[in-house]
Each structure stands twice: as C-alpha cells, then as structure tokens.
C-alpha cells in the first residue's frame, strides 16, 4: 500500500525565484503530519505543490495516483482540501453560504456535513446567518476549516492555522483538528510557526530550511531534538 500522500523530489518556483529545492515527505494515511520553518522557508509553497497552484516538478502522489496536470478543482475532488494562509473566507456571505460553498465539488449529504461540521464547530449553527467579515479571528479560521471539511476530504491542508490567535483559540483548533483525525480518520498535513503546539499533535514532522528538509522523524524525537528545541521550542 502506498502512502496517502507522497513528495519525492519537488521542486517550485515563482519566477526566477525557486522556492524549493527537492522536497521530500510522505504521509500516510490517518496521521497529523507537522511542516516546521522559519518564515520563507518553503511551507507554504509546499501546500501549493501539492495543490497544484505553483508550478513546480519532482513527484507528488496522492493515494497512489499522480497529482502533475490536474488542476487545482480536480485536486479537491479527489480528497485533498486546502485551508489557505490568511483563512480565506468569503467576508461579504455568511457563515452558512461559506459553507455551502465548501460542498461545490459534491451532490449529496450536504446535510450530513453539515451536522457533522456542527458537531465540530458547536457555535456555527448560532452564527448560520452572520457575515463571515463580522466573525473574530479564531472563529473564521474555523469556518475557513469547517468550509474545507465539508469538502469531506481525506486529506486536509492547514497553513498556519495558529496565526495571529490567542493561545486558548490556537489550543481549541488543534483540538479540533485531532478530533476530526480521530473521528473521520482525516489525515492532516500543517504547516505551523508555532511548533510546540504542532509537535503535540502531530505523529510525524518535518523541518524546512530554505526550501529544503533540514529534519524529520516522529514528533516526539524532533522535541527532544536539540537543534529543534534551540531553534524553533526556544528552550
Ligand atoms: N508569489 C511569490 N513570488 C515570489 N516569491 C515568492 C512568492 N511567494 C513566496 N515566495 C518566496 O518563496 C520562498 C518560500 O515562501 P513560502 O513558501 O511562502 O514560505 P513560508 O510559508 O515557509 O513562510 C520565500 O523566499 C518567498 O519569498
Ligand atoms: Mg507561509
């Protein structure tokens, strides 16, 4: 069986400006997988190599098939949903349209989704008909998550849900975030600033350094690694 997810040797650029330089990281499936770095260091372009929205080569597998070629769209049908830095949700529509929206790829059981995005995000059914730009911080990177669960993907991407959030909101998120891996089996691939709180939660991660994998291994391990204590756990 291959693993859910596969980067062999990817490379990206933006322009003449190449952002990674040969990443490699596996998945499998049902596991929180961690990407750690300092700012720049490539995580987010590695979400958009898998996503298919920067150009790049080297390999990406999902679920044993070939990611190159397909668009983005075909990409989120095929289970892969991703929740973008800065949320990206539709500020102008409430909450419920939001995630409406999130279920374009699909036909039925939108009902189901919805419960069980309510099941999740118990404050969501209040706030059906409230505009999206009115929620706090915290709550739309909820909606921004809960808008992608209701893609039901296999595999959610998660840029810096942390950012910007106080530390109960960041907490309750990553609580959210095991719940649905435990629940649903949602394998979860987060790209985080903030690594101790991703480390606890994650089976396995990965470091990058200037678009390159500097580090990786069970989360454990990497705590107890001294480089990643000094740099990135500051103790
Ligand atoms: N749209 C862009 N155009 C040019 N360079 C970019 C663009 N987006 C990112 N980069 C560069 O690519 C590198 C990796 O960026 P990014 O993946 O956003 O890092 P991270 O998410 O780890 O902060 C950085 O050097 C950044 O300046
Ligand atoms: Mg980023």
């Known amino acids: 069986m291959p693993a859910l997810l596969e980067l062999h040797d990817v490379e990206a650029r933006y322009g003449a400006v190449k952002a990674l330089h040969g990443v490699s990281l596996v998945?499998?499936?049902k596991q929180i997988v961690a990407v750690l770095g300092a700012n720049g260091a490539g995580k987010t372009t590695t979400l958009r190599a898998i996503s298919n929205t920067v150009r790049r080569s080297g390999e990406v597998r999902f679920a044993g098939k070939s990611l190159a070629r397909r668009s983005p769209e075909s990409i989120v049908r095929m289970g892969i949903a991703?929740?973008?830095?800065g949320r990206g949700t539709f500020s102008e529509l409430t909450v419920n349209e939001n995630l409406r929206l999130g279920a374009y790829t699909r036909r039925g059981g939108i009902k189901d989704d919805l419960?069980?995005?309510?099941e999740l995000f118990p404050w969501i059914e209040r706030r059906a008909e409230q505009q999206a730009g009115t929620l706090s911080g915290g709550e739309q990177q909820m909606l921004a998550m809960a808008r992608a669960i209701m893609a039901r993907p296999r595999l959610l991407l998660l840029d810096e849900p942390s950012l910007g959030l106080a530390p109960l909101i960041v907490s309750e998120i990553f609580r959210i975030v095991r719940e649905?891996?435990?629940?649903?089996?949602?394998?979860?691939?987060?790209?985080?600033q903030n690594a101790n709180i991703a480390l606890?939660?994650?089976?396995?991660a990965y470091v990058l350094e200037v678009g390159r994998v500097a580090l990786s291994g069970p989360s454990a391990d990497l705590r107890e690694h001294e480089a990643v204590r000094r740099s990135y756990l500051g103790y």
């Open 27 to 29: 998945a499998e499936e």
């Open 82 to 85: 991703h929740v973008p830095e």
């Open 115 to 118: 419960k069980r995005v309510r």
């Open 180 to 192: 649905l891996n435990e629940r649903d089996g949602t394998t979860v691939l987060v790209v985080e």
């Open 200 to 204: 606890e939660a994650a089976d396995t």
